[in-house]
């Protein structure tokens, strides 16, 4: 039943709304409720009333929709949390390290062809589609590029040459794409899925696999451990690291896969000839972080390595290439690539 939510966003822009970022998520119960309003031609509005010691939350709908949320047996859920992507501003190729080439074998994993329509999602600032215009460009391709992401602070560090180059940047929800059905020839997601709760992650592939045209490509980039011992490590490791600078979205929302578990999402979304395609190294260092997200503050980067220290087990540290330099501790965690197709 969970897998069967929605997701809509919404004050995006500064309108007549506060311009808060919001997100609501409706259970299948929950859009019964939503489809009788829309069917009924009227309206409902939830409202949460704070006075300085209560809360206080109702619905103001006809008694007809309120009576129904009744028996329905409906829960209002409501989270105030910092939206750790609206304030964290870094340039991924500081930390990660990736190369060019490692982003060509993503480019390649798409098999463009002239006219294709391509979809990077997730996309942040554009670093892949950046890289895929490039590369289409070196092979002499014209392909109808899209790019959609959740967070309009990142879509905001788009490049404009990258812009003027793509046939739209679109806010939007991966668990809930706003396009219509088979639409795309390929579609991309770079260090993106863990992006979402582990429950949530089974509404990407679905979604994907929905506008993916028959035969169309899904290609994942992501950050996926071989063991439990070695993704629980860095888990707490990044978790940490999201902490020290307050980016508390991504404390809540962010789950790791592991290969095996990467390749069951695929199967369960239905892509068949899923192909493990290539493996990086994800070269996760704590000094690299210093400027980048904590600020530069020393403190929290000793605090950082201090935790580090604690939660990387002896038995793990020669299979994540452990260093230790004092200020410095790095480990390296697959960088995977992933493809799969949609059924012709």
Same mark, same amino acid.
Request: charged share 20%; hydrophobic share 45%.
């Given at each position: 039943m969970r897998q069967k939510r929605k997701f809509s966003s919404a004050n995006f822009t500064d309108g007549e709304s506060s311009g808060i970022p919001? =997100?609501?998520?409706?259970?299948?119960q929950g859009q019964k409720l939503l489809d009788e309003v829309k069917r009924s031609g009227s309206r409902a509005r939830f409202v949460i009333d704070f006075d300085g010691n209560n809360l206080h939350a109702h =619905?103001?709908?006809?008694? !007809? *929709?309120?009576?129904? $949320?009744?028996d329905l047996k409906l829960q209002f859920r409501s989270e105030l949390i910092t939206d750790g992507y609206n304030i964290r501003v870094v340039d991924f190729s500081r930390i990660h390290g990736v190369e060019a080439a490692d982003l060509d074998k993503l480019a390649e994993a798409l098999e463009l062809k002239n006219g294709a329509s391509v979809l990077d999602l997730m996309c942040g600032y554009g670093e892949v589609s950046a890289h895929v215009l490039g590369y289409a460009k070196r092979s002499d391709i014209s392909i109808d590029l899209s790019m959609c992401d959740l967070h309009k602070t990142q879509l905001d560090r788009i490049p404009q040459?990258? !812009?003027?180059?793509?046939?739209?940047?679109?806010?939007?929800?991966? &668990?809930?794409?706003?396009?219509?059905? $088979?639409?795309? /020839? $390929? *579609? $991309?997601? #770079?260090?993106?899925?863990?992006?979402?709760?582990? *429950? /949530?992650?089974?509404?990407? +592939?679905?979604?994907? +696999? &929905?506008?993916? #045209?028959p035969g169309g490509r899904f290609v994942i980039w992501g950050v996926m451990s071989n063991s439990g011992p070695e993704q629980d490590a860095f888990t707490e490791q990044i978790q940490k690291k999201n902490e020290l600078p307050g980016y508390e979205s991504l404390i809540v929302d962010r789950y790791f896969t592991r290969g095996e578990q990467m390749l069951w999402l695929f199967k369960e979304a239905g892509f068949i000839n899923i192909e493990d395609i290539f493996q990086a190294h994800f070269h996760e260092s704590t000094l690299a972080r210093l400027d980048s997200e904590l600020g530069g503050d020393r403190h929290k980067l000793e605090e950082l390595n201090a935790f580090v220290r604690r939660c990387t087990p002896d038995s793990i540290r020669k299979e994540v290439d452990f260093k230790d330099e004092g200020d410095s501790i790095s480990m390296k965690i697959p960088n995977r690539i992933f493809r799969g197709f949609k059924p012709e």
């Open positions: 919001t =997100l609501f998520s409706v259970s299948e =619905l103001e709908a006809t008694p !007809k *929709i309120q009576q129904l $949320a009744v040459n990258i !812009k003027s180059q793509v046939s739209n940047v679109t806010i939007g929800d991966a &668990r809930d794409l706003p396009y219509p059905d $088979a639409q795309f /020839d $390929a *579609i $991309a997601i #770079k260090m993106g899925i863990h992006e979402v709760p582990q *429950i /949530d992650q089974p509404l990407i +592939f679905q979604q994907v +696999f &929905r506008v993916l #045209k």
